[in-house]
């Protein structure tokens, strides 16, 4: 495919596709983002192998999603998962903490899911329109990069920065239970171990926000559905200084203890030396930007495209008291995001 683009944003219906006239941009830095409309897609960290890309917005198109698509299924395998390395990982994380060498890490996994043949451009048109369908409060997205980088697509529910005008918006989104028909938006029923996980993002994005000298109002804590899934969340509004410019503010916020850990570095230390699987555009963020404003979220729900391969990621935070079986189930359920699009008919 062409490299190119296309979205949707939380609560609407309106598809925007990104076309360029020429490759993505290649950059190393935010500094690097030329000051015009386009569309802005960073990996976890950025590095010669995984570049942050930014399109520009050269061509436009705009429609209105379907309300149904045709049901289609797509034959598949699952290859056999990594349960081993992930257990070899959470021991090193269990081991970290009680060394205190920090606090929180987020570990992550992948599935990589095996086609009978090579999928089509009109595949992937397919699997977007399913996931704006199945989803439609996340932020769906269809990113094909030049090769060797392949198809992104993604349903996330995690905000970064939403910036428009003079007030900006940003959420610490945290904790996972399963939707179930009796499940209660209560945060009574949340264990002590999810609010604890979510807190810490909560705090986290605070000190930043005020280290850049920003004023900001957050809500009290609530219960945010996201796909089959709930997870815990506070949102905050944010008034930025005139001096500080949408770069500086996801600089400060990227990555959150949501998806990396604390403290910051020290986890990121320790996720590239026991993950298996190198993350690549997972966790990092994505979305369509210009000089005076931006609508970025987090790449989680997400899954990678080449040829006849997906590979999905999920994680999730551990903290000292976390058990491992619950954290793999929870990364099995994140994974089901993607995995039950390939049979959307079911």
């Known amino acids: ?47 010669d192998a995984h570049p942050l890309w930014f399109f520009p917005a050269d061509e436009q198109r705009t ?67 399913q996931a704006c369908i199945a989803y439609p409060n996340s932020f769906v997205s269809l990113i094909s990069l030049p090769a060797p980088w392949g198809t992104w697509l993604m349903a996330t529910p995690e905000i970064l920065i939403s910036a428009q005008d003079s007030l900006w918006h940003t959420m610490a989104l945290a904790g996972t239970m ?22 810490w993002v909560v705090d986290y994005i605070s000190r930043q926000l005020e280290k850049l000298g920003c004023d900001y109002q957050k809500s009290p804590t609530y219960v945010r559905p996201a796909a089959h899934l709930l997870h815990l969340c506070t949102d905050f509004s944010v008034i930025p200084p005139k001096e500080k410019s949408i770069a500086c503010v996801i600089e400060a916020l990227h990555p959150t203890p949501a998806v990396c850990g604390w403290e910051t570095s020290t986890a990121k230390a320790l996720i590239s030396k026991i993950e298996s699987h190198d993350r690549s555009y997972y966790s990092g963020y994505s979305g369509p930007i210009n000089p005076n404003s931006a609508h ?51």
């Open 63 to 129: 429609w209105t999603q379907p309300t149904e698509v045709p049901s289609f299924s797509l034959a598949y395998e699952v290859e056999e998962d990594h349960r081993t390395e992930y257990i070899r990982a959470f021991e090193a994380c269990q081991a970290a903490f009680q060394r205190s060498e920090l606090q929180k890490v987020v570990l992550s996994r992948t599935l990589s899911v095996h086609f009978d043949q090579n999928l089509t451009k009109d595949d992937y048109y397919r699997l977007f329109e």
């Open 178 to 199: 399963e939707k179930t028909s009796d499940s209660s938006l209560s945060l009574e029923v949340w264990s002590e171990k999810n609010r604890k996980e979510q807190q």
């Open 296 to 346: 970025l979220f987090v790449t989680l729900r997400c899954m990678n495209l080449i040829n006849d391969t997906a590979t999905l990621y999920a994680g999730g935070g551990l903290l000292s008291e976390s058990n491992e079986n619950s954290e793999w189930q929870e990364t099995e359920r994140k994974l089901n995001t993607m995995l039950r699009l390939f049979s959307a008919h079911k």
């Open 1 to 47: 495919m062409l490299a190119s683009v296309r979205y949707r944003l939380p609560g609407e219906t309106l598809v925007h596709e990104i076309g360029t006239k020429h490759p993505p941009k290649r950059c190393t830095s935010l500094a690097e983002i030329p000051p015009q409309k386009g569309y802005l897609f960073a990996p976890f960290q950025e590095n």
